[in-house]
């Protein structure tokens, strides 16, 4: 049916920019980056080591930090 097509295209979809999150961060590893924890918060900085994705979230292991890639500034 249409609906069963939709929830399948929008399944890919969401497949496809947890690749695209998972891609972008294995490039940064090795990288420093800067982040910020919370909103507001100072800025840090630190050497990216690994790659993580749970529950469809990307994480780059920073130091001993899991940093969600969104809170990535630079």
Do not use: C, H, W
């Not at 982040?35 to 990216?48: F, I, N, P």
Request: hydrophobic share 40%; no cysteine; proline share 1%.
């Amino acid at each position: 049916s249409t609906v069963n097509g939709i929830a399948q295209l929008n399944a890919t979809f969401a497949q496809m920019l947890q690749l695209q999150q998972l891609s972008q961060g294995s490039s940064l590893i090795g990288r420093t980056v800067e982040y910020r924890l919370t909103d507001g918060a100072a800025a840090a900085s630190g050497v990216v080591s690994a790659v993580t994705a749970s529950g469809g979230d990307i994480s780059l292991q920073i130091g001993d930090r899991a940093v969600p890639l969104s809170r990535v500034t630079k």
